[in-house]
């Protein structure tokens, strides 16, 4: 999905932009190559630079109530400092690195609903104005993708995925928000559990694996969170038994009572030093879409949590893993629709 419109700030005849990025997925902490293809206008512009901008729809609660907007999480120069004739045609190839805790958006190519975009910025004479926007696709890291499959061969099945605005205490997170993955307990454990809510904290070394869990109460007792951390290695990822690891930590989430900052789990916390506080602005200087104030920690509970746009419950098993629960658990139609809309209502904003 590529879209291509006039900067609208330099008028009929100025040039235009058109990035398009290479088809093939790209994984957290990857590489990701393309090119922005420029056209000259009716006259000659001196392009200043040329800048991408990696972007999310991102949720966020704050005092009780849900509200959408757009995070800019990362920015690359990638060219610029040079003339552009009038007519003249020009390409100009980039090759950037993602942040390593950037979403995963599809599992074996079913998309998840989560909306990434690669915004293209083009300031020609002094004039700031946005080029187009791209889908930008991501694929799970080996890891990643190990304990999904661990956990469809388990029994638990994908309700949905969606971003959150916040930070998630006592962990290395760097990103001003965090990927949350939705799952529908095995039946082994849907006496304990009604939901699991998975989040993946990838960075260089390892990656930490976040799971918090909506118990049921008893006849006594009300129900109420449990959350724990978890961290691997992205090396060997092909000779671990993920099946026994993954149903071990289930086992410890489900009996596990403690509010989030006790012991942690399986492996040992990884020392990632001090990352900044939450709701504090993001590295580029762009302050918070959604107003100021604290909007919450990973380890309270939330009320009227989304559970997505037409998506169900599905139970994924076998080798596809959570994919299959992806394809019965939500209507595909509706997230593509959800994903175009995010582009379209970008372009007609930037239009008007």
Do not use: C
């Amino acid at each position: 999905m590529v879209f291509k419109r006039l900067l609208g700030a330099l008028g009929v005849g100025g040039p235009t932009v058109d990035t398009v990025l290479d088809p093939a997925p790209v994984r957290p902490g990857g590489t990701l190559t393309g090119q922005v293809h420029l056209a000259g206008g009716k006259a000659d512009f001196e392009i200043e630079h040329i800048t991408l901008e990696l972007v999310a729809r991102v949720e966020a609660e704050h005092q009780g109530r849900e509200s959408e907007g757009v995070v800019a999480f990362d920015r690359f120069t990638v060219g610029g400092g040079f003339r552009l004739a009038e007519g003249e045609q020009r390409s100009v190839p980039f090759s950037v690195a993602l942040p390593w805790e950037t979403p995963v958006t599809e599992l074996h190519g079913q998309n998840l609903g989560v909306v990434l975009g690669v915004r293209t910025e083009l300031p020609v004479a002094g004039a700031k104005d946005k080029g187009d926007l791209d889908q930008l696709t991501v694929s799970p890291l080996p890891a990643q993708e190990a304990v999904l499959e661990a956990l469809g061969g388990l029994g638990f099945g994908f309700r949905s995925a969606d971003l959150e605005y916040g930070r998630i205490g006592g962990t290395g997170q760097r990103l001003p928000f965090y990927q949350e993955i939705e799952l529908v307990p095995a039946p082994r454990y849907a006496q304990q559990i009604n939901e699991i809510e998975l989040t993946f904290l990838a960075n260089p070394g390892g990656m930490e694996v976040v799971l918090e869990a909506d118990k049921r109460g008893g006849f006594l007792s009300p129900g109420h969170d449990a959350l724990t951390r978890f961290t691997v290695s992205h090396d060997g990822v092909g000779q671990q038994d993920w099946p026994s690891i993954v149903d071990g930590w289930m086992r410890q989430l489900a009996e596990h009572r403690a509010s989030y900052g006790g012991p942690a789990g399986y492996g040992s916390p990884m020392d990632h030093g001090t990352s900044a506080g939450y709701g504090s602005p993001l590295g580029h200087g762009s302050p918070s879409p959604f107003g100021p104030g604290d909007h919450g920690h990973k380890g309270e509970h939330h009320d009227g949590r989304r559970s997505g746009p037409g998506m169900g419950t599905a139970v994924a098993a076998g080798a596809a893993g959570l994919a299959a629960g992806v394809v019965g658990g939500m209507v595909a139609g509706e997230v593509v629709d959800e994903v175009g809309d995010f582009f379209e209502g970008d372009e007609e904003e930037e239009e008007g």
